[in-house]
């Protein structure tokens, strides 16, 4: 009891990818909580960072459902696609779930071959369900084609110097001379879009698109270079369809998807936990918090930078609310976030990976138990 009221507990953490989800970590911070503090409520919020694993966190925290759909990979067989529908004619989309790496064999993948096409039929068919606020999460593409399958999916027509309709794959980049968007979607300009960047880097140059993302997709360095140059001509295509510049910050996040979104689709580039913590309605469910408990498999300087823990920690900030992270491991250089009260590591200290892995249930047990006896 705190002041003549029941303790409140909020659990926020981050999935600890390959051993805890989400809901895992929730449901062991429930019974240490429950075990320290007799009596004590706690609230369970589903997060992700825009990455793997978001429209499962959105569609649990929100109580939506899943919609599937067969469409076009990212070399153009079929694979079927989930994506949520959150009420209130909202929707999420991650755009891996069509257009996705682990969809290409590591023996084919090209990203002169490979489109964003099915990433486009997702929008088109959120559009034919009637929603008007959608959420796309960009992360984890196996394409380089700066977003234009997506485009020709909702009718954005891509034409070389002879007039014919290219395909809309990387190698196509090069051979764009004019840009016909007069068959875009109209409903696509009535929609509120998010677009949910993990990465800040813009569409070309030495941290664009291109340089830093497409030797991971199976481009040799010659290739490189060759869709380099093709993106640039294909910016400046963009650029005078559009009216408006789109070599900026987050542009280059899936290939140059984010400059498409920007460029035709009246988005927003959002941070990726920013935009859950928006959907999931965070701020509303501090009020009257004791605690918050959030946490991510590994703490260290990339936290800082847009994870699920420095977003919540801000949330709880400014909810004036105490936030601690229980986490698998952590770099000791990496100092506290704004608004992180402490950390809880999971892992003994020179613990072997694969053990702390195989015990991760267990030590993370064991943690969340040593945060609440000692709490507060």
């Known amino acids: 009891m705190a002041n003549g009221m029941p303790l409140r507990f909020v659990f926020a953490s981050d999935s600890f990818k390959g051993t805890l989800s989400s809901a895992d970590t929730a449901r062991l911070l429930e019974v240490a909580a429950r075990r320290a503090h007799p009596g004590c409520s706690c609230v369970f919020v589903p997060m992700a960072d825009g990455g793997e694993g978001t429209v499962d966190a959105l569609v649990s925290a929100c ?195 984010g400059a498409a979104c920007l460029a035709l689709l009246g988005a927003r580039l959002v941070s990726g936990v920013d935009a859950v913590l928006e959907l999931v309605g965070l701020d509303r469910l501090l009020e009257g918090a004791s605690l918050c408990v959030t946490g991510e498999g590994r703490y260290d300087g990339q936290t800082a930078r847009g994870k699920v823990v420095s977003g919540v920690a801000a949330a709880c900030a400014r909810a004036h609310v105490p936030c601690v992270a229980l986490v698998g491991s952590r770099d000791p250089q990496a100092e506290l976030v704004p608004g992180l009260s402490g950390i809880e590591v999971s892992a003994p200290e020179g613990m072997p990976l694969p053990e702390a892995l195989a015990r991760s249930r267990e030590l993370y047990a064991a943690a969340a138990r040593r945060l609440f006896e000692l709490w507060p």
């Open 63 to 257: 109580g939506g459902t899943y919609r599937d759909l067969v469409v076009s990979d990212p070399v153009g067989r079929s694979v079927t696609a989930r994506y949520g529908l959150l009420g209130e004619g909202r929707a999420v989309i991650e755009m891996a779930a069509a257009s996705g790496l682990p969809l290409v064999d590591k023996g084919e993948r090209d990203p002169r071959r490979t489109s964003t096409f099915g990433t486009g039929q997702l929008l088109l068919d959120a559009l034919d369900a009637g929603c008007a606020d959608v959420t796309l999460a960009i992360g984890g593409s196996a394409t380089n084609d700066g977003g234009m399958g997506c485009l020709r999916a909702l009718g954005v027509r891509f034409l070389d110097a002879e007039g014919i309709e290219l395909r809309g794959v990387g190698a196509d980049l090069a051979r764009v001379t004019e840009i016909d968007a007069s068959g875009l979607d109209r409903r696509v300009g009535r929609i509120r879009l998010r677009v949910m960047c993990d990465v800040d880097n813009p569409l070309c140059g030495p941290c664009g698109a291109t340089r830093v993302f497409a030797p991971q997709k199976g481009a040799s360095p010659q290739v490189v270079e060759e869709l380099e140059w093709g993106m640039r001509n294909y910016a400046r295509r963009l650029e005078a369809c559009s009216d408006r510049a789109v070599d900026v910050p987050g542009a280059g996040a899936a290939g140059g998807l």
